[in-house]
């Protein structure tokens, strides 16, 4: 009988970019390097730091911090705006990258994300040989650097990727654990923050190996249910799994006739109720997306097919309409009998577009004030 932990071993990366937006400006425009800069928002438009470039923490900088603020702490600052379309480039290529190990991956941002390599037979299933090779292919292909943390738990992969932070790999196998959460400052613990931090400071308890002296009694009395947690990851246990990535790219409806349909008037009249069942499955994810895109699939009764696509505009108020005629350009490319029609939309996620516009709102912000 294997030991019941060994059975659920995980092995998890955790792998961060390095002053990520920073990193892809220095990318593109190489006099950067060596240089005090950042991503944000202008001075003058109350903006806000968003990366800020190693040179520039040397200062004091960091992100987060109003511009004029950071102008004041390093004059020769430069602030450059974001380029959210380059950066979300260099995501999509780190992501390719990710995917040659694993599809159990989790996103937390463009440029972090948990990767679970538990089943992954690359690198004969070395986590820390697969690190290496991410953190090589990233420099190469993406043209920068990140730092990846191996651990078997997300909590410690976090920790670990933090650890040699830029361009830095940490490990931290099951049998270091113990010891490596017993220095580890208590404000490293994932979930404890300014307050709970404090709360641990003001009993005298400054690490990890200081909690392990109280019982989960003792840490619910004063913590409520999140002591018990406490009590677990002083340990180095998080049982947490990844929350893999089933965010929609696209919604559609298709439908197979029994009957070819042979004329505008039929496709009109068959396309319509697939229109209103895409429109009723948006519906129940409308909070979560927005649309971008419309399409439609036209499958001819020689088995060829042909999909055709266009941009949505924002005051677009006849949805229906332009499907219909969407339709009629696509069955006219063949003109020949229709066997399955499909209407559809290309989604873009609201959580990680919102992160994206952060800068934009902090500027609006500051505006309004
Ligand atoms: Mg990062």
New binding site residues.
Partial sequence: MPEPNESVQRKILHV???A?YCSVEERDDPALTGKAFAVGGKAERRGVIATCSYEARKSGVHSAMASYRALRLCPELIILPARFDVYKAASRQMHAIFHRYTEMIEPLSL??AYLDVSQSSQCRGSGTLMAREIMQSVCEEVGINVSVGVAPNKFLAKVASDWNKPNGLCVITPDQVRDFVFELPVEKIHGVGKVTAQKLHNKGIMTCGMLRQYSPVELCRWFGSFGERLWELSRGVDDRALELDRRRKSLSVEHTFDEDLHDEQSILTQVKPLIEDLSQRFQAIRNEYSVTKRFVKVKFNDFTQTTLEEMIEWDDQTPEAHFQSLVIRAWQRGNKPVRLLGVGVRLLDLRTSGQMQQLELFERRGRRI
């Fill in positions: 961060d970019a390095d990520f440029d972090e």
